[in-house]
């Protein structure tokens, strides 16, 4: 999204048509500005009228096309500007493929699945543009803030109705439900054999596969190891039953790429429940966002990862399997239904709690937060402003008394020989993010 701080209600906008000419356009760019011919709009003319698509732009000659973003509604929000269209330019092909419902407010591409609102948001006159009351549009514009945030939700999602399921998400939401569903049985078959393989597991699978493997060696790269201690952490978060290692990975990286935007594939503006796991349970919805997974090449040429993803499942019901036959029931209550319940939410509260509670030291313009308790239970990933301030790092928590056990175990890893290429932000990189007398806070 392209943000506009600068602008204020004295400002004159302008509604733009967009007339597209038939080219075609590469995978994952935006059309050219050069190539398109700009109409000024009437602006008396209906937003129902609309042939085509819509940029709104305030004392400009030369409209600029905005990164596409797809919306629910058509509604003008007054914190940014936008043109709200759906991201059909991951789909090679040309502009005379498009069709505009409207009626219905619909875009869509002829061969496409997927049909994208079409929708212009602006800031100030908004009345201007589609002859509404301006006071009445910031009225509909006061959004449910989160308990104990200033986080809005400004566009809430229910997953769970209203839609169709496809097997997927049924067997997605079947694990989840069925792990805690054995957490019940957890305070009748208690002992602390059971009790302390849990804890071991919660080390195994939680610190060394999933926030120091899948996070931070896989997903950033901010370190290298041996191919075999690569593949053994990266077994270990199999482990966690989170999902395989190609897929965990692509949809973190999109979640950086689009961080706090409609294309986010978890952001707490569309609900805390969604961003914390609801959202686990619309894969279409990621796909809609941000395509069929195609930034994780690097995992996808290499053998062990493909065969991760295609045997996923065997490997922690079988390890469920040896749990029983080793301790019976309670070793199978607490070493896969606890400890996987445990940090299945620890992970979550990463991606929710972190983008909600805290503090911002650095300048991300999203709304990633430091939060300590979220740090200690999972082992560092809650100084989560600084890791989306230096993605890279392989330490997130950069002052002395922020507690980061990944980074001591990195560190160790790295005085032994076994970690190298340890990446770490430099002075010069703080310094463009920290915040300055012309930076806002999100």
Known sequence: ?????????????????????????SPHKNPNPKSLHHLKQNKTQPFNSLPSMALITYQSKNPILHRFTTLHRPIPRLDRTVLGLGSFSHNAGSFKNLNFNPKTSKLSLKN???????????????????????????????????????????????????RKWNSLDIGTAGIVLAMHALCLFAPFHFNWPAFWVAVALYFVTGLFGVTLSFHRNLSHRSFKLPKWLEYFFAYC?????????????????????????????????????????????????????????????????????????????????????????????????????????????????????????GNQAWNTRDLSRNNWWVALLAFGEGWHNNHHAFEYSARHGLEWWQLDMTWYVVRFLQAIGLATDVKLPTESQKQRMAFNSDSIAT
């Open 1 to 25: 999204l392209t943000h506009f701080p600068t602008a204020t209600p004295q400002h004159k906008w302008f509604v733009w048509l967009v007339t597209c000419k038939s080219q075609s356009t």
């Open 112 to 162: 496409n699945p997927f049909t994208y609102n079409l929708a212009v948001t602006a800031k100030a006159n908004a009345n201007a543009a589609f002859g509404e009351d301006l006071e009445a549009e910031e009225g509909a514009l006061k959004h449910r803030k989160i308990l104990l945030s200033q986080v809005e939700v400004k566009r809430e999602r229910n997953v769970i109705f209203g």
């Open 237 to 357: 978060g199999v482990l966690a039953l989170q999902g395989n290692p190609i897929d965990w990975v692509s949809t973190h990286r999109y979640h950086h790429q689009f961080c706090d935007s409609d294309r986010d594939p978890h952001s707490p503006t569309e609900g805390f429940w969604f961003s914390h796991m609801s959202w686990l349970f619309d894969t279409n919805s990621v796909i809609e966002r941000c395509g069929e997974p195609n930034n994780v090449g690097d995992l996808e040429k290499q053998p062990f990862y493909r065969f991760l993803r295609s045997t996923y499942l065997v490997h922690p019901f079988a390890l469920g399997a040896l749990l029983y036959a080793a301790g019976g029931f309670p070793f199978l209550v607490w070493g896969m239904g606890v400890r996987i319940v445990w940090v299945y939410h620890i992970t979550w509260f990463v991606n929710s709690a972190c983008h909600v509670w």
